[in-house]
């Protein structure tokens, strides 16, 4: 078994390794930072990806549910919650108000959902900049405790006030998060996502609930950016309206867009790989944008899955083309 | 009887697609719905189906009163369809296309998704018999992991009839399955058709414009014209009807 995975799953295997070892690898305070916030990101963007890349629900108000995850956490913590307690309470607001913005705004399609969430964001961030008694107004909340160290009978226990340790709660999540999507993508209900976003007059004519099926798929995308929300807060110590702005929103649809929608890949590649090439472009300032701008359209127009969905499209041809009937089982089996 | 519609009319901005069509599908058979272009054949496979409403009338699935319901509901009565555009995931592969329209067979909901319970696993295994199944009860087992943009017009057709079958329904409605297709293909569609009605022992309600074939194939016939029926009958009576025979078949018989 063991053996099977490493000659199988290699690839995996050895990133796992990497992304284990990697805080002996780096020693820069600054780079450590952008990794971990490129984790968290990745946490956001992969759920992004279920309801906008495999669901076809272009939901532009998943910066909007990260700060409601990062605001409820943020409160409850202040008032003396537990973290561990707090963190999936947090989720759980988000995906609750997912639901409940859900329910009208999946009854509209195409652009009108687009708009019609992109203006929940917008809300979201307005009600956090003005409701000075519970958000603090534009200050925002400030001294967010980090997580509670976690006990552990005879070595003593865990405590997240370093780098390195904050850095494994977020790849513990992340790990979660891709185990979950995974499981979700790779199996009937996730083909049944896939089906509305395809051909939602179909789908429903060959007996999915296409309706429940997006209301199922916004919740847990939003009850993952809340989570994520949530993590951001307790780990930089204040949030802002900004937690919530469009902006967020807007980047994490660029990660997605460039690294691969509808890929499980696409979204952690997108979240570090664009992070990082603007760090090292920093030389061109503003000018920076121009050379997205032109990524994003030629993207777009040749690449419509993302990098990495224009690598698995090409792998899934060639299976196709050279694949026999024994393999058809498998690939059954797999779906 | 299984299928009823009662008085059945739709009207789009005031004009009448179908008016006061009444019709009954019989247990086992193979009914054949004809009629010239704009005929309101398809907008009758709407309503039956759930994609349309009604405007007034009634159907009735074995005595079940079904009018207005959504189609995902209509398709769990056991009513499968077809389109006249073959409509498929076009996105999808092959056994991805059949395993969705399996889907309302199988209970996986999110939690036994994401905790792979006994249940899921037996639902997946159940389906992949299934899809291997159809996959050479359609002949399309050597195309499986192919993407549908890779199949032929004839392939996407035994596909689409494939999914709209492997919802084990009691009926299945037919809306032009040759259309488009020359005729050595068009055969092998009929005897596909046969096979499902004798083999599956699924009731067939088709749409076709292909007179020839349908009268070798279909027990029964219901002639259509401006939304009304005009004739109904045998292959043998149809054919013999003056009404039918000014309406739509003139020219062919004459020749």
């Known amino acids: 078994m063991g053996i099977k995975l490493l000659r199988e799953k290699w690839i995996y295997v050895l990133l796992l390794v990497l992304a284990l070892a990697l805080p002996l690898l780096v020693t820069n305070r600054y780079h450590f930072q952008i990794i971990i916030m490129g984790c968290l990101f990745s946490i956001a963007t992969l759920s992004m990806n279920l309801i906008l890349g495999y669901t076809g629900q272009a939901s532009l108000a998943h910066a909007g549910f990260f700060g409601l995850g990062a605001y409820a956490l943020a409160i409850m913590t202040k008032s003396g919650l537990s973290f561990w307690l707090a963190l999936p309470l947090s989720g759980l607001f988000a995906a609750l108000i997912g639901f409940l913005i859900g329910l009208p705004t999946l009854r509209t399609r195409g652009s009108y959902f687009a708009i019609s969430t992109m203006c929940f964001g917008v809300i979201v961030s307005l009600v956090a900049g003005n409701w000075m008694e519970v958000t603090g107004g534009f200050n925002g909340i400030v001294g967010v405790p980090v997580p509670n160290p976690i006990p552990i009978p005879l070595i003593g226990e865990i405590s997240f006030q370093t780098q390195g340790a904050q850095y494994y709660l977020v790849l513990a999540f992340l790990l979660l998060t891709l185990l979950v999507m995974h499981r979700l993508v790779h199996s009937l209900l996730g083909l049944s996502f896939m089906a509305i976003r395809n051909n939602e007059v179909l789908a429903e004519a060959v007996g999915v609930h296409t309706f429940a099926g997006k209301v199922l798929s916004f919740v847990v995308a939003n009850f993952f950016a809340g989570l994520a929300g949530g993590i951001y807060a307790s780990l930089m110590g204040n949030i802002s309206p900004g937690t919530a702005s469009l902006d967020l929103t807007f980047n994490w649809l660029v990660f997605l867009l460039l690294g691969g929608v509808a890929t499980l890949s696409g979204p952690i590649v997108g979240a570090f790989v664009i992070p990082v090439l603007m760090e090292y472009l920093q030389f061109l300032a503003e000018y920076r944008m121009i050379i997205f701008g032109v990524l994003l359209i030629v993207v777009i127009i040749y690449f419509p899955r993302g990098f990495m969905g224009a690598f698995t499209t090409l792998q899934e041809r060639v299976r196709a083309v050279y694949g026999r009937r024994k393999e058809a089982v498998k690939g059954v089996a797999r779906s | ?255």
């Open chain 2, 1 to 255: 009887m299984l299928l009823e519609a009662e008085n059945l009319s739709k009207h789009f901005a005031g004009l009448a697609a179908v008016s006061n069509v009444s019709l009954h599908v019989k247990e086992g058979e193979i009914l054949a719905i004809v009629g010239p272009n704009g005929a309101g054949k398809s907008v009758l496979f709407g309503l039956i189906s759930g994609l349309l409403r009604p405007t007034s009338g009634h159907i009735r699935m074995q005595d079940k009163e079904i009018t207005g319901w959504k189609p995902h509901r209509i398709a769990h009565q056991g009513i499968a369809r077809t389109f006249q555009t073959t409509a498929l995931f076009d996105q999808l592969r092959v056994v991805d296309n059949l395993a969705i329209g399996y889907r309302q067979r199988t209970a996986g909901g999110f939690w036994s998704t994401l905790l792979h319970t006994r249940r899921w696993e037996e639902d997946k295994n159940r389906t992949t018999a299934k899809v291997m199944k159809i996959l050479s009860f359609i002949g399309l087992a050597e195309k499986a992991l192919h993407f549908v943009s890779n199949l032929s017009q004839a392939e996407q057709k035994r596909l689409s009839i494939g999914v709209a079958l492997i919802s084990e329904p009691k009926m299945i409605l037919l809306d032009e399955p040759t259309g488009g297709l020359i005729l050595e293909d068009t055969d092998q569609i009929t005897d596909l058709i046969r096979k499902i009605h004798e083999v599956a022992g699924v009731t067939v309600c088709l749409i076709e414009h292909k007179m020839r074939m349908v009268m070798g194939l279909a027990d029964r016939m219901i002639v259509l014209n401006f939304g009304s029926v005009i004739a109904e009958g045998t292959p043998a009576e149809i054919s013999q009807n003056p009404k039918v025979i000014e309406a739509y078949l003139g020219e062919e018989h004459l020749a």
